[in-house]
């Protein structure tokens, strides 16, 4: 007997006839035993609670069935999902871009500045690149007024600069409010909203707002105005002067 069988009590099925075998006799027994507090042990239950069990069967020495322990996992358990009832949550969109760049309006394409572009007979792109790939844009020109690559247009912050990838006839720019003026080949010039770039053979390259967010509808725009490729130079003369 064990020194902890001393406070069981044992409560038996009345009439039941004794076998002659007490393995066999306890297997209809009931047994109120207390449970002892196990030092330190979170949640262990009082030292006056009574749990009543039913005894087992004593086991064999040689049987081969091993016990299992399960035990409840304490501490909070993360959750693995969204809570019952709750919205699913979308992937999150990267925000779209914040940089204000110009744009430049070629023919019926509306292009924006967010990398270089390259306008001419037969665009090609340069044998040393240096950030950016360049767009090449391709333009009729009959009478070859238009070089292969003529100029090149790239923003500044949210300016578009312009420069001459020195063209044979030269490029005419027109800024908004002042006088035109025709760049020297290789030179490169800033030029601001509502500037006009003449390369020949009507072809012109309007510079846009850097606020533009959508592009306006080919069909919808205004025809612009025939302008000579080279601007008038010197002082007109008088009826006099002239007869």
């Known amino acids: 007997m ?95 871009p914040t940089t204000r760049v110009p744009s430049i309006r070629v023919g019926d394409r509306v292009l924006r500045l967010d990398r270089p572009v390259i306008v001419g007979r037969r665009p090609s792109l340069p044998r040393i690149l240096r950030g950016p790939t360049p767009e090449l844009v391709t333009v009729p020109s009959r009478s070859g007024q238009v070089s292969s690559s003529h100029v090149l247009v790239h923003a500044e912050g949210e300016v578009a600069v312009v420069e001459d990838l020195r063209s044979t006839n030269g490029t005419v720019v027109r800024p908004a409010g002042a006088a035109p003026f025709r760049m020297p080949a290789g030179a490169s010039n800033v030029v601001l909203t509502g500037t006009v770039v003449e390369i020949g053979d009507g072809n012109v390259i309007e510079v846009l707002s850097p606020h533009l967010r959508v592009a306006p509808p080919s069909g919808g725009l205004p025809p612009l105005p025939t302008r000579p490729s080279d601007p008038a130079t010197g002082t007109p003369r008088t009826p006099r002067e002239r007869s």
């Open 2 to 96: 064990r020194d902890d069988d001393i406070d069981d009590t044992v409560i038996r099925r009345p009439g039941a006839p004794p076998s002659g075998d007490p393995a066999e006799d306890a297997l209809g027994d009931t047994v109120i035993r207390p449970v002892p507090q196990v030092p330190g042990e979170h949640g262990a239950p009082a030292v006056d609670d009574t749990v009543v069990r039913r005894e087992a069967a004593p086991r064999p020495a040689d049987d081969p069935i091993d016990d299992t322990v399960v035990r409840a996992r304490r501490g909070p358990v993360e959750p693995s999902g969204p809570p019952a009832g709750a919205a699913p949550r979308l992937p999150s969109v990267p925000p779209a």
